[in-house]
């Protein structure tokens, strides 16, 4: 058993990490602390998962949230994805493995992934809306969020949902309120077999290295840590036990990097564009100086004069 | 249990069957996950579906619903034909050495003693033959062809792979690797646990099922050791205490026997109990019997209780039949009922054939809920439309909602599959006018005899001379309670020698300190030392683990006497030594028992005298043989179900348990196959605890509405699409849910035939947050298990069509 | 003003009363879309969202006025299309593109209502308002919720990162164009108060839209100002 996180103490205690701690900062440039804080992750044990949903009720819980009740649909997935208020989700995926004939349910919590290079605050046009603390955590503050959507845009993952009640994004926070005191996400709290473990990234990869050891011992080969490079490697990571087809767990990008249509509207169109812009107005500027305006001649107007005339 | 839910993490095979632990015991389940995660265990489930706890099994083998036996004896038959057995193990600690009488005999599927109108058996050909010293006779080399190990040879042979595979429609290699994976345990090195719930229970041949189980434990050494056991799975926080302090009719707290109608006095009652030990030097802790009932008595008789009026026996009611749910619904189904209280019990929804339920309540003058919600019993006589399609205007039941309060608004004790007796705290003050069951029974009580007392009338005593001892005889309080099951000494107890050992007054540490003479007290003996003389010992947190293997023996209380695994003088061999150093539990240290457990023994006895470790048996050992114990029949027989879309393969004259309980007016309930081809089974969802949750808006976000779990071949064949609104009935009644399609359910071949079967989850009904649904009990059949007479509600028989239109 | 002119003055009518109001609706939105949209483009330009009280709101009103925008020049484009058709004499007047440049309005040929110049930015704010819509509308959610319930239409996250992409690069050419034309606008003078008065000067029609000039004259539409 990974060693259970203690209870906080009943006193106050100041926050582990806050403003200072911050290393990006949407549409704002920040200076990152000289000492990074320990980055943590949260695993989730794709092969211990037993989709019983206790992850999903305590984040609500936690959170304080409250989503509707919906239908049936024919699935076991409810709500039917993510939501405003449904910021974790299991899926469940039914999968016949060709190479053992074995009917593999792969059941995967859905949600933020907290990545290293996060693309939803690269799309974040709103100063502060998205951060993301030394520990690797990325939060979303709906007090400057103006639900402009463009953090679902962002991230490769459809994971930021936009409440239609007060427009603004919304997502996993990796319970930043809980980890602040000390506390592992409400999630791993409530999850029962411990598929669910948090705490210092190193330590979440080697307890992490345990755990394919056992899953290739079992047959599954190809069992791996989904730790994405393209996005910097993510502070939410998966052992899988099909890590070479991330993809069939419910459609987990297999190797999931920032949109290169993003990074050219939030790189390339802003430069270019800014340029475009600069330039045509320093033209129009050099041309009115070198030119002068085009003004109307006193002949000109006499000709139209005549031209009437002759008309008339 | 017969070990614990922290000691499943010590298995080397795990074992689901008849269960679903990760859908229905999320919590316990980590135990599964720590022994493969630290051990690498091996988890294999059995199960129709593909459930949850097969979604990180190693192992997953399909079977039909209701053909358990079949499988499981087709695993006893692969032990014993390929010698896969713990020989010394089955040789010592089990009957398999016991002669069986001259006239014992099975023949097409019927036992010997059969009587077809009373649809039951007379036992007497299935006991030992006793030798001229009183005692059993035994057959060390197991040759004897009437040896229990020689007829068990003989009764399992039919169960082959290939039959196994015929009846339950398991491929034989899935069926072989389970069979594998037992025998990989069969030596003393290597333990297996069996985890099972209520899909061996629910059927009419489910306490056979659980036998057939022990019996592979058995044969395989792996009872009494750590990693191993028999393990039942209860199905609610407290079940196993409710169970223990005798709420079933038939029992009083302790497991204790009601007196029956044939035992008129304490004496007879019990000379009916004396333990006759059928082998040399056997101990027995049910010798202790009249120590146990006497004291019980006491604790309910108080000072009005002396030897003179035998302690008040007379005023205990004598059975005439047992009153199980079935039966109760049975007289009520007759009009033999005025009123009935049900405490925290909503049997429309739990009750098979939900529609005779329904006319039993109607036919009540009052109906009392007492319940921390409005259960859809409470309003039975409501209008729902499909969902429930009764007239109000035709029901005069009256009905009475006391509000309860739940379990977290009031202290008390809860005892959990391990046998773990834990104590919980307030946590919430109670809403509105809710208080705690306690509190409402005694005002009942109170205002009742009152009303004896001014007025007098029939069968007033037991009420009148009732002790009823609390600071606040309105209020019992949860610590009172307690600390009255434990018992206390009411006199100076004295030893042998005629030192005091507990002053009048004190908690008793041991049902070992009960006397059958009135000087102690305490209702119910097997939580003695729950609540002794150093306080209330189920409060204790103490999570340390000296051995590291699970026990905590200072974490709540265990009982009995503290014992985290049962018969675990069985971890060692019959010289006192462990099996093996990998399975090291208690063992003889030269003077005494040890090990990190309490030993399930008298501590004191050595080896060398050769007593039977299974100490609650007379024959000191376990049975695989169980005599006439059960009512039908002293070795499992597979059986179909009382509803089943097959004939009997192995037994074609016999379809269903012959002694299965079915009341004359449920004989023609039953569908035909031809007209209901699809099995059917029911089972909970983890996003719900049974009706309860429904009430519950998050619980309702999670699984919002009922649904119809079936084969993709089968939504083919009916032209159902996922999410489709479908309409399931039975003989008995329909239901309507929306359909989901599933890789996890596939139709099996059964002898030939094609099977389909469909899954019911059953937390669904008309009262709550989720989507209104007729109770799954609509659909079930009123037959009851031989022995516990449990309904069928796991293996039954309905048709299935998709509903077209708009949906509302 | 140009030159000291006597009162009586040839002026001629270039907008009427109903083109005017909707060239400035189309104006206004314009710029009002310019300003919200840049602060949503770079933070560079957050603080203009201060202007509409902050950048929630800024981001809110942008599509609704967006829509103005379009329905607005749906109307100058039903207005103008036909007058922006293009005639050979484009091709001659761009060839001499110095020329234009330079003020030097001799060496061009005689133009009608509109000079290739004002047909470049008419065709292409046409076609960048086209797509500005429509990835407007992929950018957003309400647009995108009405469009899908409308035409059952739902757009991928990629082909929103497209709009996003796409409604950006569209709106710098936009924005571009737009200030070619208002600098053409003052540049060129005695522009402005033919959307402001709706009338020009005779000089200026003959100096720049000879042609056009010339037929006004013929409709009559020339007057002398009182």
């Not at chain 2, 209380?557 to 019959?574: K, V």
């Not at chain 2, 037959?783 to 039954?796: H, I, L, M, S, Y």
Request: proline share 7%; net charge neutral.
């Amino acid at each position: 058993m990974y060693p259970p996180i203690a209870n906080p103490t009943t006193e106050p205690t100041p926050p582990k990490f806050g403003e200072k701690d911050l290393i990006r900062r949407s549409a704002s440039t920040v200076t990152p602390p000289a000492q990074r804080q320990t980055e943590v992750a949260k695993l989730i044990d794709v092969s211990k998962c037993i989709g019983c949903k206790a992850c999903q009720t305590a984040c609500l819980e936690w959170n304080e949230l409250e989503e509707d009740v919906g239908v049936n649909v024919g699935v076991y997935e409810n709500p039917h994805d993510l939501t405003p208020n449904t910021w974790t989700l299991m899926r469940y995926t039914e999968w016949e493995n060709p190479d053992t004939n074995n009917l593999e349910w792969l059941i995967r919590k859905d949600g933020c992934l907290h990545c290293e290079d996060p693309g939803c605050l690269k799309a974040c046009p709103s100063p502060g809306a998205i951060v993301q603390y030394s520990n690797g955590i990325v939060d979303f503050v709906q007090e400057n969020c103006i639900g402009c959507g463009y953090c679902v845009k962002g991230c490769p993952f459809n994971i930021p949902r936009i409440s239609r009640v007060d427009n603004k994004a919304y997502k996993c926070t990796l319970c930043s309120d809980r980890v602040a005191v000390g506390q592992g996400p409400a999630c791993q709290k409530a999850c029962p077999t411990q598929a669910i473990v948090f705490g210092p990234k190193d330590e979440m990869k080697e307890w992490a290295d345990k755990r394919i050891e056992d899953l290739k011992s079992r047959g599954f080969d190809k069992a791996g840590l989904y730790d994405p490079p393209g996005v910097g490697g993510t502070h939410v990571m998966y052992v899988l036990h099909h890590a070479d087809k991330p993809e069939l767990y419910a459609g987990l990008p297999n190797d999931p990097k920032i949109s290169p249509v993003v990074e050219a509207w939030k790189g390339l169109s802003k430069y270019a564009g800014m340029a475009v812009l600069g330039l045509t107005a320093a033209a129009g500027f050099i041309h009115y100086i070198l030119q002068g305006p085009n003004r109307v001649s006193d002949e000109d107007e006499e000709n139209a004069d005549r031209l009437a005339g002759g008309s008339n | 249990m017969t070990n614990s839910w922290t000691d499943i993490r010590n298995a080397d095979v795990v074992w689901i069957m008849g269960g679903n632990a990760a859908e229905a015991h999320p919590c316990g389940f980590k135990w599964v996950t720590e022994a493969k995660h630290h051990r690498g265990a091996k988890l294999m489930v059995v199960d129709p579906r593909f459930t949850r706890s097969a979604a990180v099994a190693d192992h997953y083998a399909p079977i039909r619903s209701g053909s358990d036996i079949a499988f499981l004896s087709g695993v006893v038959n692969y032990l014993l034909t390929n010698d896969k057995i713990h020989t010394e193990y089955v040789r010592h600690y089990t009957n398999a050495s016991y002669l069986v009488r001259e006239g014992y005999a099975f023949n097409e599927g019927l036992f010997s003693g059969y009587d077809e109108d009373k649809r039951a058996y007379d036992r007497s050909t299935w006991e030992y033959e006793i030798g001229p010293d009183g005692y059993a006779v035994r057959d060390m080399t197991l040759q004897h062809p009437r040896c229990v190990f020689q007829l068990m040879k003989q009764h399992f042979a039919p169960y082959t792979p290939e039959v196994v595979s015929r009846i339950s429609g398991t491929p034989e290699d899935k069926f072989l690797r389970v069979c594998e994976w037992v025998a990989s345990t069969a030596n003393g090195e290597r333990a297996m646990t069996i985890m099972y719930a209520l899909g061996w229970t629910q059927h009419s041949h489910g306490a056979q099922n659980i036998r057939t189980a022990a019996m592979i434990q058995l044969l395989c050494g792996n009872i009494g050791i750590p990693g191993g056991g028999v393990n039942a799975l209860r199905g609610h926080s407290n079940v196993q205490g409710i169970t223990d302090v005798g709420t079933l009719t038939a029992a009083i707290p302790g497991y204790l026997a009601l007196p029956t109608d044939s035992e008129p006095t304490l004496e007879s009652h019990l000379a009916k109990r004396k333990f006759t030990p059928l082998q040399p030097n056997q101990t027995s802790y049910w010798q202790n019997y009249p120590k146990f009932f006497v004291s019980f008595l006491k604790s309910f008789y108080g000072d009005k209780a002396t030897p003179a009026n035998s302690f008040g026996y007379d005023w205990l009611p004598k059975l005439d039949v047992a009153y199980d749910c079935l039966r109760m619904f049975e007289t009520m189904f007759q009009g033999k009922t005025n009123g009935l209280i049900c405490q925290g019990f909503n049997p429309v929804m739990a009750i098979a054939h939900q529609k005779k339920s329904t006319i039993g309540l109607s036919k009540l003058k009052f109906l009392v809920s007492i319940d921390p919600i409005e259960t859809d019993t409470a309003r039975f006589w409501e209008n729902h439309g499909e969902a429930n399609d009764v007239d109000p205007s035709k029901i005069q039941t009256e009905v009475f909602m006391l509000p309860a309060t739940t379990f977290v608004e009031e202290e008390g004790s809860l005892t959990n599959s391990s046998r773990c007796i834990q104590w919980k705290w307030r946590a919430a003050d109670p809403t509105y006018e809710a208080t705690s069951d306690s509190v409402i029974l005694a005002d009942l009580f109170t205002r009742i005899r009152k009303l004896y007392e001014q007025e007098g009338g029939k069968g007033a005593e037991p009420l009148l001379n009732m002790s009823w001892e609390y600071a606040n005889p309105l209020e019992p309080t949860a610590d009172e309670l307690l600390k009255e099951l434990n018992g206390k000494a009411l006199v100076d107890l004295r030893d042998a020698e005629g030192n005091i050992i507990r002053t009048a007054g004190s908690q008793l540490a041991s049902f070992g300190e009960m006397r059958d003479d009135g000087s102690t007290d305490g209702s119910m003996w097997i939580y003695t030392g729950v609540y002794g003389p150093n306080g209330n010992n189920s409060q204790r947190r103490d999570n340390s683990d000296p051995s590291g293997l699970g026990v905590y023996p200072n974490w709540g209380f265990s009982w009995p006497a503290n014992r985290r695994i049962q018969y675990n003088r069985a971890s060692a061999d019959p010289q006192g030594k462990p099996w093996s150093e990998a399975k090291k539990y208690m063992y003889w240290d030269g003077s005494r028992w040890t090990g990190p457990d309490v030993p399930d023994y008298v501590p004191t006895i050595p080896p060398e005298r050769a007593t039977g470790p299974f100490i609650m048996n007379p024959e000191g050992v376990s049975r695989l043989w169980v005599r006439g114990l059960m009512a039908d029949g002293p070795f499992p027989v597979h059986y179909e179900p009382f509803e089943s879309p097959v004939e009997n393969a192995l037994f074609p004259q016999i379809k269903g348990n012959p002694a299965a309980r079915v009341f004359a007016t449920d004989m023609d309930v039953f569908g035909d196959p031809k007209e209901f081809p699809i099995v059917a089974t029911t089972y909970r969802l983890v996003e719900h605890f049974h009706y309860w949750t429904k009430m519950v808006h998050m619980n309702a976000v999670m699984q919002p509405e009922f649904f119809v779990e079936m084969s993709e071949e089968l939504a083919k064949e009916k032209g159902i699409n996922p999410g489709d609104m479908v309409k399931v009935w039975s003989n008995r009644g329909t239901v309507k849910g929306k359909a989901v399609v599933t890789k996890r359910l596939k139709p099996l071949t059964i002898n030939g035939k094609i099977v389909h079967e469909v899954g019911l989850p059953l937390n669904f009904g008309f009262i709550g947050e989720t989507k209104k649904a007729a109770p799954i009990n609509s659909l079930t059949p009123p037959v009851g298990d031989a022995n516990a007479q449990t309904p069928e509600f796991k293996a039954f028989l309905v048709d299935i069509e998709p509903i077209r239109g708009p949906v509302a | 003003m140009g030159p000291k002119t006597s009162s009586a003055r040839l002026r001629v009518r270039r907008y009427s009363g109903s083109a005017r109001i909707n060239h400035w609706i189309v104006a206004i939105s314009f710029v009002l879309l310019l300003l919200s949209g840049l602060s949503l483009f770079h933070p560079t330009f957050y603080p203009l969202s201060a202007l509409f009280g902050g950048l929630q709101i800024a981001r809110e009103v942008h599509p609704w006025i967006g829509l103005v925008l379009a329905v607005g020049f749906l109307g100058l484009f039903i207005r103008f299309f036909s007058q922006n058709l293009p005639e050979t004499t484009d091709f001659v007047w761009l060839a001499r593109l110095r020329h234009v440049l330079r003020a030097k309005d001799d060496y061009l040929p005689e133009v009608g209502k509109y000079n290739a110049g004002q047909k470049f930015v008419f065709w292409s704010q046409f076609v960048l308002v086209g797509v500005l819509l429509v990835t407007g509308i992929g950018l957003w959610d309400q647009g995108l919720a009405y469009a899908e319930g409308l035409f059952g239409f739902k757009a991928t996250i990629d082909q929103q990162r497209w709009a996003a992409l796409l409604h950006s690069s569209a709106a710098v050419l936009a924005i571009a164009i737009w200030i070619v034309h208002v600098y053409a606008a003052i540049w060129v003078r005695g522009t402005i108060s033919g959307m402001t008065r709706g009338t020009v000067t005779g000089g200026w029609g003959w100096r720049h839209h000879r042609k056009w000039l010339r037929k006004e004259v013929v409709k009559g539409e020339a007057k002398r100002a009182a």
